[in-house]
């Protein structure tokens, strides 16, 4: 009797995991003793691992995955108690109990806090979450460069172009801006420059999403630039949409879009002839993206 009750006042939850601070682990042990207080049975102490990849429990010669969905003590507990009530999660594989473990008494006095505390890193060792293993853990955001083809008017031949674009998450959605110029490619010499705001979503800035759009809103500049004349120049405001796909290989990403441009007034210029651009206009973008891994 008294080698059981010394066993319960010194027995802990196994820590192995170097993610958990002293107050988590302190934590997770008084919860976890707590659940299997009133259990009958004898039942060892369950374990905590995880690496720089993966996170689990060691418990019942089962080894029980730690998804990472909710904070790691709220998740442990309740990967216990859904073993304690047979509602078993996913088991990744079976492992061998620890024997040296010795089992839990039949009844445990009340809940006695230990002295036991997480390992603490190794001096030079770097936070480990300081950049995500998974897509879907990257803040997002960064800088993208693209080709930009726009369609011709019926004045005024195809242009091709940069185009640089920026952003940075701010919860699910990307706000950014970006800068382009076109040239035409035969015919008279044109130029377009946007500079324009954006409001994005998905691809290619966010390197879990295959697709994605983006609204944009700013102003469009005309130039033309006759021989033996000084250029003659036009601006409009000009709102975009435009429609995303992309493949992310980590910090470099390749991407197309698709983009419809609706001049809200004529970008027209008067110089030897009428020169007008598409009050509707297309083009499409062929691009590659430098994308933000740190983690959310």
Not at 94 to 110: G, H, M, N, Q
Request: hydrophobic share 45%; with cysteine.
């Amino acid at each position: 009797m008294w080698s059981s009750v010394a066993r319960a006042q010194t027995a802990h939850v196994d820590n192995r995991c170097a993610r958990l601070s002293t107050d988590a682990y302190e934590e997770l042990d008084a919860r976890v003793l707590l659940l299997l207080r009133g259990e009958p049975g004898e039942r060892p102490l369950p374990a905590v691992v995880c690496t720089a990849t993966s996170a689990w429990v060691e418990w019942n010669g089962k080894r029980l995955v730690v998804t990472g969905r909710t904070p790691i003590v709220d998740e442990v507990v309740d990967i216990i108690e859904a073993e304690l009530h047979d509602d078993d999660p996913a088991v990744e594989a079976t492992v061998k109990p620890d024997e040296s473990d010795a089992s839990a008494p039949d009844e445990l006095p009340p809940l006695q806090r230990g002295s036991g505390t997480a390992p603490p890193l190794p001096p030079t060792a770097q936070p480990a979450d300081r950049v995500a293993v998974r897509a879907s853990d990257a803040r997002g955001g960064g800088i993208s460069l693209g080709i930009e083809t726009e369609l011709p008017s019926h004045s005024i031949a195809t242009a091709i172009g940069p185009a640089f674009d920026f952003a940075a998450g701010v919860g699910p959605v990307l706000l950014g801006a970006r800068e382009a110029i076109r040239f035409s490619v035969a015919g008279r010499h044109v130029s377009f420059m946007d500079f324009q705001a954006a409001l994005a979503y998905g691809a290619p800035f966010d390197p879990a999403a295959r697709f994605g759009g983006v609204v944009r809103f700013g102003a469009e500049w005309m130039v033309e630039y006759p021989e033996g004349n000084s250029g003659q120049a036009a601006v409009v405001p000009v709102t975009d949409v435009g429609l995303r796909l992309a493949n992310s290989f980590g910090l470099v990403g390749l991407w197309v879009g698709v983009d419809a441009h609706f001049r809200l007034s004529p970008l027209r210029l008067r110089s030897h002839g009428t020169l007008q651009a598409n009050d509707v206009g297309g083009s499409f973008t062929l691009g590659v993206d430098f994308v933000d891994w740190s983690r959310k």
